[in-house]
């Protein structure tokens, strides 16, 4: 049986089998921390959002944690990752994201939104569509021959370090095959040889077509990609949204794509790279590409739970609720100015509308790239602790009071020592010394242990405010996901030189979230902590003058 139900007007192209070669860069492994220090960093956190008595109960938990099993977790943690460096991100992988049972399109995977095309006809939007993924085969080619730039980042030293590039070879061949009690991530064909073919599905009224685009190595040129399109398109009309790239006839045009297989940051990284491919592709390719359609055979029962699924999906879909907060009064170049670190002055002024609204701040998480270790994938930036909380008590005492008077001492003392805290927390993660990490391997040494089955410190690991900087070219290009939990908000945030776009996302059932009065206080910190910063920084020039 087929089904007969159609989604929306969505036409979706999704890139398959692709096997690169492995990008040689020796790095060094990430190694833990002393554990010390790691539980020392979890109470601080954790005094900043836990009640005091939840607190002490934690504190006493985690000090004979430490005193007693946590030397033996830690002697074992070390002997793994000597033994097997790759470990570590194998298991932070499982827990991030392989042994969440929530609906990926929802609760996992991001979506970016391209500037929105023109289109005047559908020769145009095919056009595109067939440009675009013929762009995205090149840069395929690229992984393949190793020829991706390797990226570097600037310590504090000003020194280059080259970044692992590992998560580039999951992109096209990364697949996440579902299971019962955790998801698994294959790596599809891996020894796919250079000069082997590929194709891409084009999803179209409720059916699939398999289209070639290499073959012999040879990808497909534009124009035979443009000319497969309109063969399907004549015989369709609508379409079904799924993973890959997603082209709407209204000029939307996007992508939406699985989290496990790379970070965020690798994806807009990519596509940046694509978008800007300047080619000539006028000259056809000397081979044919067939494509045809694929027939699914389903019986009855199948049907039901895949209607079931479908049900499920669009109920959460409906749930779902987001906010685009656009900010064009001032950007990275204006709090640079004000020698405020841009990133440090989203998240802390996160915590102070999340206090503001809730009267508590979150346990929250901010991705950090680790890929300065070997098969480095990301650690938490936790922008909770106590100098935030004092500053967002204060702010909320005076009821922004001060807002067109000179900002009190109290507050400037709180605001200096808030970023001074949150740079020296990022500072620590950036180097792979932050909390986070750590415990989730400590935790899969022994799962049993009584410390990590404890409700307080579980709670610490549900991000009420889940959040990442997803820098893109301009503000017309849009990233944005849902939130981790049902009682929880993410916000995906772009800084651009001259302006700043929030996108703010959570469950519209959910009996905590306020999405509207959430946004509203957002854009009141923002302004606020950029009063206070021009404030600080004015005081601290006329004092060097």
Same mark, same amino acid.
């Given at each position: 049986?087929i089904?007969?139900?159609?989604?929306?007007n969505?036409?979706?192209?999704?890139?398959?089998s692709? @096997?690169?070669?492995?990008?040689?860069?020796?790095?060094?492994?990430w190694?833990p921390p002393?554990?010390?220090?790691?539980?020392?960093k979890?109470?601080?956190?954790?005094?900043?959002?836990?009640?005091?008595?939840?607190f002490?109960?934690?504190?006493?938990?985690?000090? =004979?944690?430490g005193?007693?099993?946590?030397?033996?977790?830690?002697?074992?943690? =070390?002997k793994?990752?000597?033994?097997?460096?790759?470990?570590?991100?194998k298991?932070?992988?499982?827990?991030?994201?392989?042994?969440?049972?929530?609906?990926?399109?929802?609760?996992?995977?991001?979506?970016m939104m391209?500037? !929105?095309?023109?289109? !005047?006809?559908?020769?145009?939007?095919?056009?595109?569509?067939?440009d675009?993924?013929?762009?995205?085969?090149?840069?395929?080619?690229k992984?393949?021959?190793?020829?991706?730039e390797?990226?570097r980042?600037?310590?504090?030293?000003?020194?280059?370090?080259?970044?692992?590039?590992?998560?580039?070879?999951?992109i096209f061949c990364?697949?996440?095959?579902?299971?019962?009690?955790?998801?698994h991530?294959?790596?599809? @064909?891996?020894?796919?040889?250079?000069?082997?073919?590929?194709?891409?599905?084009?999803?179209?009224?409720n059916?699939?077509?398999?289209?070639n685009?290499?073959?012999?190595?040879?990808?497909?040129?534009p124009?035979?990609?443009?000319?497969t399109?309109?063969?399907?398109?004549?015989?369709?009309?609508?379409?079904?949204?799924?993973?890959?790239?997603?082209? &709407?006839?209204?000029?939307?045009?996007?992508?939406?794509?699985?989290?496990s297989a790379?970070e965020?940051?690798?994806?807009?990284k990519?596509?940046?790279?694509i978008?800007?491919?300047?080619?000539?592709?006028?000259?056809?390719?000397s081979?044919?590409? =067939?494509?045809n359609k694929?027939?699914?055979?389903?019986?009855?029962?199948?049907t039901?739970?895949?209607?079931?699924?479908?049900?499920?999906?669009?109920?959460l879909?409906?749930?779902?609720?987001?906010r685009?907060?656009?900010?064009?009064?001032?950007?990275?170049?204006?709090?640079?100015k004000?020698s405020?670190?841009?990133?440090?002055?989203?998240?802390?002024s996160?915590?102070?509308?999340?206090?503001?609204?809730?009267k508590?701040?979150?346990? @929250?998480?901010?991705?950090?790239?680790?890929?300065?270790?070997d098969?480095?994938?990301?650690?938490?930036?936790?922008?909770?602790?106590?100098a935030?909380?004092?500053?967002a008590?204060?702010?909320?005492e005076n009821?922004?009071?001060?807002?067109?008077s000179?900002?009190?001492?109290?507050?400037?003392?709180?605001?200096?020592?808030?970023?001074k805290?949150?740079?020296k927390?990022?500072?620590?993660?950036?180097?792979?010394?932050?909390?986070?990490?750590h415990?989730?391997c400590?935790?899969?040494i022994d799962?049993?242990?009584?410390?990590?089955?404890?409700?307080?410190?579980k709670?610490m690991?549900?991000?009420?405010?889940?959040?990442?900087?997803v820098?893109t070219?301009?503000?017309?290009t849009i990233?944005?996901?849902?939130?981790?939990?049902?009682?929880?908000?993410?916000?995906?945030?772009?800084i651009q030189e001259?302006g700043?776009?929030l996108?703010?996302?959570t469950?519209?059932?959910?009996?905590?979230?306020?999405l509207?009065?959430?946004?509203?206080?957002?854009?009141?910190?923002?302004f606020?902590?950029h009063?206070?910063?021009?404030?600080?920084? &004015?005081?601290?020039?006329?004092q =060097?003058v």
């Amino acid at each position: 049986m087929i089904m007969k139900r159609v989604i929306r007007n969505f036409y979706v192209i999704r890139c398959l089998s692709l @096997s690169p070669k492995k990008f040689l860069i020796n790095l060094p492994f990430w190694h833990p921390p002393k554990l010390d220090d790691t539980l020392s960093k979890l109470l601080v956190h954790a005094k900043s959002v836990e009640t005091t008595d939840n607190f002490n109960k934690l504190q006493i938990k985690i000090k =004979e944690y430490g005193n007693n099993m946590g030397i033996h977790h830690q002697q074992q943690l =070390e002997k793994t990752v000597a033994a097997n460096p790759h470990w570590v991100f194998k298991t932070w992988l499982n827990d991030m994201y392989l042994y969440n049972s929530l609906p990926l399109p929802i609760y996992s995977n991001p979506a970016m939104m391209f500037e !929105k095309q023109k289109f !005047k006809s559908d020769e145009d939007w095919i056009r595109f569509a067939s440009d675009l993924s013929c762009k995205i085969l090149m840069f395929r080619s690229k992984i393949i021959n190793s020829e991706v730039e390797i990226e570097r980042v600037k310590t504090s030293t000003n020194d280059l370090v080259p970044l692992c590039m590992d998560q580039y070879q999951m992109i096209f061949c990364g697949v996440r095959r579902p299971g019962f009690n955790q998801d698994h991530l294959i790596k599809h @064909s891996p020894n796919v040889k250079k000069d082997s073919d590929c194709h891409i599905l084009v999803l179209a009224k409720n059916q699939f077509f398999k289209v070639n685009v290499v073959k012999n190595g040879e990808n497909i040129a534009p124009d035979q990609l443009a000319e497969t399109i309109r063969s399907i398109v004549s015989c369709t009309q609508n379409t079904i949204p799924s993973v890959g790239v997603i082209i &709407r006839r209204d000029g939307v045009a996007g992508i939406n794509f699985e989290h496990s297989a790379a970070e965020g940051i690798v994806y807009i990284k990519m596509f940046k790279d694509i978008l800007n491919f300047k080619v000539d592709f006028k000259e056809p390719s000397s081979h044919s590409f =067939e494509w045809n359609k694929l027939n699914w055979y389903i019986d009855d029962v199948t049907t039901q739970w895949i209607e079931k699924a479908f049900d499920h999906h669009e109920k959460l879909t409906n749930d779902l609720t987001m906010r685009l907060v656009q900010i064009d009064e001032f950007g990275k170049a204006d709090l640079k100015k004000v020698s405020i670190s841009p990133d440090a002055f989203i998240q802390i002024s996160l915590q102070v509308a999340y206090y503001c609204l809730h009267k508590k701040l979150a346990h @929250s998480y901010e991705s950090v790239s680790l890929r300065q270790f070997d098969r480095g994938r990301a650690d938490n930036i936790r922008a909770n602790n106590p100098a935030v909380r004092r500053l967002a008590e204060l702010i909320s005492e005076n009821n922004n009071n001060f807002y067109l008077s000179a900002v009190p001492e109290n507050i400037k003392d709180s605001f200096i020592e808030a970023f001074k805290f949150h740079s020296k927390v990022m500072q620590n993660a950036i180097a792979g010394m932050g909390p986070d990490l750590h415990l989730t391997c400590l935790k899969y040494i022994d799962t049993n242990a009584d410390v990590f089955n404890d409700e307080i410190l579980k709670n610490m690991f549900k991000f009420l405010l889940s959040t990442s900087q997803v820098s893109t070219s301009s503000c017309d290009t849009i990233m944005y996901y849902g939130p981790v939990l049902n009682d929880s908000y993410s916000v995906a945030y772009n800084i651009q030189e001259k302006g700043i776009v929030l996108n703010i996302s959570t469950m519209n059932s959910s009996s905590i979230t306020l999405l509207n009065d959430f946004a509203h206080e957002v854009i009141e910190s923002l302004f606020l902590m950029h009063y206070i910063a021009t404030d600080v920084h &004015r005081l601290n020039s006329a004092q =060097e003058v």
